[in-house]
């Protein structure tokens, strides 16, 4: 089945996804971007996937689409709110591939009637251009279990993007997020790649903040057992030392970093369900000084 597919946001993540979709030649692809170009090159691990594209850079006379798949970052949202009320209607799928928790909560009040869900990613990328990326391991998103995870893992059939889909999502958005918070702080601030993590104390102090984000996350309702610390501590110990999280590749780059999805988000709920959160209260007011001010 033919779907009309929009990619709103073609940086490296965009534009991976929103490639190997256009190198099937099944759908009917747009890209929403800032600026246009009329090629989609993909530097996969496999080889690399070059595919003619439809760049738009205004909605102005776009209307609803089968699908959108929204690749900015959390907080460029609501910069989408032009493209997402064009392109969204009542049969409208909103897949949100995004870092944090509030995938639903940022996008919904923007979409109208459409389904918003939530999926995360593993992929790490690189944008080299308008349109170009280079994808520099595997390709993956996990989406839950459903009538509509299972018909946006359809779309990828064929390509060698992997979509898995989780009986909880609830569960994997913060798991996810217990990966990131846990490294993205002490890497940005040390402006090292997770080698770091070899320096004396830096482990323990990533153990520190996932004790926080697991706590939150179970207040919220994630499964999240004490397993988890060690299993993410000992990840970031065991990682390639040049390994660049993507809020350090942010900061270097001189783009707004993830404070408030990493850890504001983390503050706020802490703060309804009545847990202290002070390790991350103080990595959102050092990175927001980063972003020129507090993002709590």
């Known amino acids: 089945m033919v779907s ?5 946001g073609a940086g490296a993540i965009g534009c991976v996804f929103g490639g190997y979709l256009a190198a099937r030649g099944r759908h009917e692809m747009t ?27 205004s909605p102005v006379g776009l209307g609803p689409t089968d699908w959108v798949i929204l690749a900015v970052k959390a907080h460029q949202v ?17 897949a949100v591939l995004q870092n944090g928790v509030e995938h639903v909560e940022r996008t919904a009040p923007f979409s109208g009637t459409a389904k918003v869900f939530p999926v995360t990613i593993n992929c790490p990328a690189v944008k080299l251009g308008p349109g170009r990326t280079s994808q520099l391991g595997q390709a993956r998103l ?28 609830k569960t994997t958005v913060w798991r996810k997020l217990c990966n990131n918070m846990s490294c993205s702080v002490i890497t940005v601030l040390t402006n090292k790649p997770v080698g770091v993590f070899r320096q004396p104390g830096l482990l323990d ?5 996932l004790k926080e984000c697991i706590a939150v996350g179970r207040a919220e309702g994630a499964s999240l057992g004490d397993e988890v610390i060690d299993e993410v ?5 065991t990682a390639p ?26 503050v706020r709920l802490g703060e309804r369900h009545g847990i202290d959160t002070p390790l991350c209260r103080a990595a959102a007011a050092l990175l927001g000084a980063l972003n020129g001010g507090s993002d709590i």
């Open 233 to 237: 501590v000992t990840k970031h110990k």
């Open 78 to 94: 609501e910069g989408t709110a032009g493209w997402l009320s064009a392109l969204c209607g009542s049969e409208t799928r909103v």
């Open 205 to 209: 102090l990533s153990a520190a903040l």
């Open 4 to 8: 009309r597919i929009a990619v709103v």
């Open 31 to 57: 890209f929403c971007v800032r600026e246009g170009f009329d090629e989609i090159t993909v530097e996969a691990p496999s080889g690399t996937l070059q595919s003619p594209a439809r760049a738009v850079t």
């Open 142 to 169: 996990i989406a839950g279990e459903g009538e509509v995870g299972r018909a946006f893992a359809e779309l990828f059939s064929g390509t060698d993007a992997r979509i898995q889909l989780s009986a909880d999502m």
């Open 241 to 266: 030392p040049d390994l660049m999280p993507s809020m350090l590749m942010d900061r270097r780059a001189g783009r707004t970093l993830e404070t408030d999805a990493q850890y504001g988000v983390i």
